[in-house]
């Protein structure tokens, strides 16, 4: 006969469980986000968030494995069985679908991602009080490749941190990749980015990201207005010949341009920017005008490097080329009767010399064509097969605006969109957290830097968090850098609380005549951490192992950094603010 048995601390377990698994299914929402924005900096617990979704990504082959994964099973487990792995899939596809849409659609979210991508609203905006300039606030972020305050790679951190789970910090990402994918068919400026600016490489690669999605809708709009003006001035220059087809002067009216042959016949400038300072055409003395010119190809920092690879490994210059040849075939068009000579004047004035300034010149010759009244091309422009007169030879006058594309906007969002989808965990949650933390810092300095309590501590902390990320293994030390950035929240929250735990350390290093370290010193000091604390923590784990890490920390961090506890340390036992770590379910639900 079974006896029943009352386990009062497995009541108490089950309890907590409970409470925890509640708490987790709670969707965060616009009021309290907008609410949190009241203290100065983000909550700590939305940068552990991130922390820990960039341990679990170091253990998941992409962001999908967090959505169809649950309990202790795994996309990768459940595809082992081979004769079942085509319906498993199938399954498998099935589920993501259905979590997707049915978080998608619920309330919260989609008032979420409303005001996430509001342009003219305010949701989670931070006041940054500052007496230096706007470049200097932005500098810290910058230094750790983070994003720039107040962008939407900002607040999308700070929203996806607060979910508690990794799964709904997936879901709501891929809510997001789908909201990019809408933004840009209806060809509208993502918020909170600039809207026409080239990647801005000291920055995060998803904010530069970001970047060309906005650059390609400005230059896709540009080149519509470019075009029609190109159109419209075409029919005003033929509805100008039929008026003044008996005007011996010629002179046409408005914006039209005409160059002159040597011929005496007036030929129409297409695509003319501007006139090009006091230069002139050699052979017809015509003033020589700046054209419109194709931009170049946006490159973010994993194209450059893909570029830089390739001319390394091929030795190709085609892009080079294509550029060049599509100056030459605006220049053309916008100054008739040019020559080759011209152009080089125009593009690349240090490959022209003229007469009057050393016409014996010693990099120069007389080849007989290429010399001029007025000057000559340096010698590497008069080399048999020289790349810039076999590009002339088969140029023609053609404004940018009718040439084909050298970059092709469409396919480049498409691709990034694409990426997106496929973006690997740590890539994603590693660029939001150093983001957040850059923020915070950004919003500390003005108000930490100049304080007689804590500028130099302040000071430490910010040097630690530079020199650790700008560590390609800064994910490594990700407790580490939360731990610092939990001092930095209590230096603002509770100055009382941070001036009397820093007292107690230098009075508690003056009895033991320990040396202060700072935290200037903490990159060696965490490098003795064990490494098998930052894996999953599992319930077992001993409490010695802990120790024997947290005796690897010197007595300044332990006492300083994480030592801003409500409690006081107590003689002969650890500090209380070595909390032991975060306990979250690793198990992705």
Not at 354 to 377: H, K
Request: charged residues 25%.
């Amino acid at each position: 006969m079974a006896i029943p048995f009352y386990d009062e601390n497995l009541y108490i377990l089950n309890v907590k469980n409970d409470l925890e698994a509640k708490a987790s299914e709670a969707m965060p929402s616009v009021e309290g986000l907008t609410a949190a924005t009241k203290d100065p900096i983000p909550p700590s617990s939305v940068l552990k968030q991130l922390s820990i979704a960039v341990e679990a990504g170091t253990k998941a082959k992409s962001m999908k494995d967090f959505i169809a994964s649950s309990g202790s099973s795994s996309p990768a487990r459940e595809r082992v069985g081979l004769s079942l792995s085509a319906v498993k899939a199938l399954v498998l596809r099935e589920k993501e679908d259905k979590l997707t849409s049915e978080f998608s659609s619920d309330e919260k979210v989609v008032h979420l991602v409303n005001s996430l991508f509001d342009p003219e609203g305010d949701f989670l905006r931070r006041k940054i009080n500052s007496s230096s300039e706007e470049n200097d606030i932005t500098s810290l972020p910058r230094d750790i490749h983070g994003a720039p305050p107040e962008t939407l790679v900002i607040k999308l951190a700070e929203v996806i941190g607060n979910y508690k789970t990794l799964r709904k910090m997936a879901l709501f990402w891929f809510r997001v990749v789908a909201e990019l994918r809408k933004f840009w068919s209806e060809e509208q400026y993502l918020p909170g980015v600039p809207q026409n600016e080239i990647p801005d490489l000291k920055t995060c690669l998803l904010y530069q990201q970001f970047q060309v999605i906005n650059c390609c809708i400005s230059r896709k709009r540009l080149r519509i207005i470019a075009t029609e003006s190109l159109e419209s001035m075409m029919m005003q220059a033929s509805s100008n010949i039929k008026e003044s087809a008996n005007d011996d002067d010629g002179a046409p009216a408005g914006p039209v341009l005409y160059a002159r042959l040597n011929t005496g016949e007036r030929v129409l400038r297409l695509g003319a920017d501007c006139q090009s300072g006091d230069l002139t055409l050699l052979e017809t003395g015509e003033p020589v005008y700046s054209p419109v010119t194709q931009e170049g190809p946006l490159l973010t920092e994993d194209l450059i490097r893909e570029t830089e690879e390739f001319v390394l490994r091929t030795g190709s210059v085609g892009a080079g080329c294509s550029q060049l040849l599509s100056d030459m075939q605006a220049f053309k068009a916008a100054n008739p009767g040019c020559i080759l000579e011209d152009f080089v004047r125009w593009h690349s004035p240090p490959d022209w010399t003229d007469n009057e300034a050393s016409i014996e010149d010693s990099d120069v010759f007389d080849s007989g064509e290429s010399l001029s009244i007025r000057g000559q091309l340096s010698r590497r422009m008069q080399k048999e097969g020289n790349l810039w007169r076999e590009l002339w030879l088969t140029s023609k006058p053609v404004p940018a605006v009718k040439q084909a594309p050298l970059f092709d906007e469409d396919l480049a969002v498409e691709g990034i969109l694409n990426a997106f989808e496929d973006i690997h965990p740590l890539e994603l949650f590693g660029q939001l957290f150093v983001s957040l933390l850059g923020l915070g810092f950004a919003i500390a300095e003005p108000m930490l830097s100049s304080s007689k309590d804590f500028s130099k501590l302040f000071s430490d902390c910010k040097e630690y968090i530079v020199a650790t990320c700008q560590n390609n293994k800064w994910s490594e030390k990700v407790d580490d850098l939360v731990q610092v950035y939990d001092t930095l929240e209590t230096m603002l929250l509770n100055p009382e609380e941070a001036l009397k735990m820093m007292k107690q350390t230098e009075e508690s290093n003056t009895v033991t005549d320990e040396p202060k370290s700072r935290f200037k010193r903490l990159s060696l000091i965490f490098s003795s951490k064990d490494k098998v604390s930052k894996k999953n923590p599992s319930k077992d784990q001993t409490n010695d192992e802990e120790k024997s890490t947290r005796q690897s920390f010197s007595s300044f961090f332990e006492n300083k950094s994480s030592l801003f506890s409500k409690k006081p340390p107590r003689s002969g036992s650890p500090s209380p603010s070595e909390n032991p770590p975060l306990e979250t379910d690793w198990t992705i639900v």
